[in-house]
């Protein structure tokens, strides 16, 4: 396992916090290895990765906009990955490429360990995106024991593919995009999984006026960390979960796979990623 590379793609990349996550871990359990940013564009996607073995990589974590491009081109895929059609984890041996979702997991642990769950579940969660991510977010909310979840997305032919997709594991509706009061009626989660509020994307624009003052608001965009949606639902009284949490429990499987040792999330790497944003 010494001296292994892997990294992350996506387009852009410049704003990824893994390369800070991998590092830390590499450096903390002293693994002679390292871990970088490959920034590809969607064209060159199938192109690229097929490289990567070819250049030492032991395998990449995938985001944005790659993650169902690299669940087609991966030759098995993990239960998860299957159950979404979308892959945040390619893993390269000489078996070929195996794709895998850490995104479902990553999200459940992080949502089990801010938000009171049990509480949450006595209501419909509300979903924000019907991209990679999305796929993974509702599956794991139904897994969290949510019995209803509704999407919402500028697309709704996006959304309703992925109703189509959970319609045996869940009660999966599709809301039109601003129609925020039928959406919201009796929600406990709101969730948003888009890349709005990105450091150097729109605003995402929406009103959380018609939400039950009980629910909480999560934002798996984590730079900023806090978020405007995160900023507005504390104002009105939400509790509320950032992205960070989820970010840091999908890594730690893709480093064991990659470098043999499974590595704790903890506060202290929090606190380095806040720092790495601060300085950003």
């Known amino acids: 396992m010494r001296g292994r590379i892997a990294g992350v793609v996506g387009w852009p990349i410049a704003q990824s916090l893994s390369p800070v996550i991998h590092n830390y871990w590499l450096k903390i359990y002293e693994i002679a290895g390292s871990y970088v940013a490959l920034p590809i564009t969607p064209e060159n996607f199938s192109q690229c990765v097929a490289a990567l073995p070819l250049m030492g990589f032991a395998g990449v974590n995938v985001t944005v906009p790659h993650k169902q491009a690299a669940a087609a081109l991966s030759?098995?895929?993990?239960?998860d990955a299957a159950a979404t059609g979308a892959v945040n984890l390619l893993v390269f041996s000489a078996g070929g490429i195996g794709g895998y979702n850490t995104d479902v997991k990553g999200f459940g642990d992080a949502l089990g360990e801010n938000l009171p769950v049990q509480e949450l579940t006595s209501g419909p969660a509300v979903v924000l995106g019907a991209g990679g991510a999305s796929r993974a977010i509702v599956l794991a909310l139904f897994r969290a024991g949510f019995r209803q979840v509704r999407i919402l997305n500028r697309s709704r032919d996006r959304a309703g593919q992925i109703a189509e997709l959970f319609h045996s594991t869940g009660n999966c509706s599709v809301f039109e995009?601003?129609?925020?009061?039928?959406?919201?009626?009796?929600?406990?989660?709101?969730?948003?999984?888009?890349?709005?509020g990105m450091k150097g994307k729109p605003p995402l624009d929406i009103r959380l006026d018609a939400l039950p003052r009980s629910a909480a608001v999560a934002d798996i965009v984590y730079n900023p960390v806090g978020t405007g949606l995160l900023a507005a639902a504390a104002a009105a009284g939400h509790r509320t979960m950032d992205g960070l949490g989820m970010l840091m429990h999908q890594a730690a499987p893709a480093f064991e796979v990659w470098f043999g040792i499974r590595p704790d999330v903890t506060a202290q790497l929090r606190r380095l990623l806040l720092e790495a944003l601060n300085r950003g």
């Open 75 to 79: 030759q098995s895929l993990d239960a």
């Open 177 to 196: 995009w601003g129609d925020w009061e039928p959406a919201f009626a009796g929600a406990q989660l709101l969730v948003n999984t888009t890349s709005l």
